[in-house]
């Protein structure tokens, strides 16, 4: 053996059995675990918390080691089918529709099952696979998210493990261009480059992008990106790349105002035209005089007819429904309040920002995000993932905290129709809440 590789080992041989013991955590995550058994799941993910923190505090120097685990943690799930989501089936379903030149805003799953005998590849098990509230609405998944699902028809073509496939090392490839990317950015913000693994090695965002293929990676990929460009000050360009994330997910729509800051009006002004021209142009293949009618009518759902996870919603309607209220009438007239709160947010960040660095932007971007997550009626685990990332760019670690807590939510899996345990959600927002305090408190004693 040569000396190279004996001293490596020798060196390294702790970091070594820690990251082999994660790998067989999650194969044992990804191929013996079903999602009714939180106990089993409960336990492999504090494991997996436990385990990448020491990880990153053996060897948070050693970028090589670190990435290579990183990226081996992923290709663990390479062929594993999601366990604890059903949404993998509709990204194919749409990507079979976007292949065969059929707009899939245009008819639900349901219309084309009872109606239009198309031949999609192995259509049943993918219909019934997506569940009835999926298929009896029209896709809410932007368009650049539906070209990549047409690729991954048409490469994965009419077996569903290798559209998984496909699927997976897309996102796959966006994580690695966020640990590219994210670590310049933070060389340029003066920050310590080593902060990008609390986001690489996440177990959250290992399971639920890797694992169960949700898209928010690709989304942050196209985002990093782009304020990597802007902390070199190529604007246009990064206006472009603004653009493609937002049509990967639209959630950084929240963001456009706080750039008025940074780029001052003179920039701001065609920053905001390039970002709107190219998400025209993204939206153009597929628009048709219905498309903003059922587009924004199954976006509207996520606001006024689901719960889950949430925070405050949950307080509310406990003390609404001790004076009577009506849930179902109750969550309508709080998802209508939610945007405006989030507005009202996003216009105070903006006018009341001091600094005008990119630091100071995405601190804001943070705290925007954070207070629509806690006010929103629901919380997927995945949806996070954003809030991670934006975190490490700050002096702020409460998201981290949230990251591992939101474990508890798995509960919800393991009923029957996803009945939650709200004193598990109690003890993972008093959590989240309390570390939050004890960071403002801090960061307020150092000033």
């Not at 049509?247 to 780029?263: A, D, E, G, Q, R």
């Not at 990332?389 to 939510?409: E, G, H, N, P």
Request: aromatic letters at 18%; one cysteine or more; glycine letters at 4%.
């Amino acid at each position: 053996m040569p000396n190279t590789l004996q001293t490596f080992l020798k060196l390294h041989k702790v970091s070594l059995l820690l990251a082999l013991l994660s790998m067989v955590f999650y194969y044992t995550f990804g191929y013996h675990l079903v999602r009714t058994d939180f106990i089993k799941l409960l336990t492999l993910c504090v494991a997996l918390f436990i385990l990448c923190f020491k990880l990153i505090q053996f060897e948070k120097w050693n970028f090589r080691f670190l990435l290579v685990v990183g990226i081996l943690f992923r290709l663990v799930f390479l062929l594993a089918e999601p366990n604890l989501s059903q949404d993998f089936y509709r990204f194919i379903w749409d990507g079979h529709l976007v292949a065969n030149s059929i707009n899939p805003y245009l008819f639900t799953p349901d219309a084309i099952m009872d109606t239009m005998h198309l031949k999609i590849p192995n259509e049943q098990v993918l219909y019934k696979g997506m569940g009835s509230l999926s298929a009896q609405h029209y896709s809410n998944y932007p368009p650049l998210n539906q070209f990549i699902f047409g690729l991954c028809a048409l490469f994965g073509g009419e077996n569903i493990l290798s559209s998984l496939v496909v699927l997976r090392g897309t996102i796959i490839l966006g994580d690695i261009g966020i640990f590219y990317f994210g670590r310049k950015l933070l060389r340029n913000l003066n920050k310590s480059p080593q902060l990008i693994f609390w986001y690489f090695l996440n177990p959250l965002v290992i399971i639920e992008l890797s694992g169960n293929l949700h898209f928010e990676g690709v989304m942050l990929f196209f985002f990093i990106l782009s304020m990597y460009l802007l902390s070199i000050k190529k604007w246009q360009l990064a206006a472009i790349l603004l653009a493609c994330s937002i049509s990967i997910k639209l959630v950084p729509l929240l963001f456009l105002p706080l750039f008025l800051k940074y780029l001052g009006w003179k920039k701001s002004i065609p920053f905001y035209f390039i970002v709107a021209i190219t998400s025209l142009l993204l939206f153009a293949p597929f628009y048709i005089p219905e498309f903003i009618h059922n587009y924004t009518d199954t976006l509207s759902l996520w606001f006024s007819n689901f719960e889950f996870n949430a925070g405050i919603y949950n307080l509310v309607k406990g003390i609404a429904v001790e004076f009577n209220a009506k849930p179902w009438e109750l969550i309508k007239v709080y998802g209508q309040i939610t945007p405006l709160i989030t507005i009202f947010t996003v216009v105070v960040f903006t006018f009341l920002q001091k600094k005008q660095d990119l630091s100071t932007s995405l601190t804001a971007m943070m705290w925007v995000l954070a207070v629509y997550y806690f006010m929103a009626s629901t919380v997927h685990p995945w949806y996070l993932i954003f809030l991670v990332l934006l975190s490490i760019f700050t002096t702020y670690r409460f998201a981290l905290v949230w990251s591992a807590a939101i474990v508890l939510s798995y509960f919800a899996y393991s009923q029957p129709h996803f009945k939650e345990n709200l004193w598990l959600l109690a003890l993972e927002y008093c959590s989240v809440y309390g570390f939050l305090i004890y960071e403002i408190i801090a960061h307020h004693n150092k000033k």
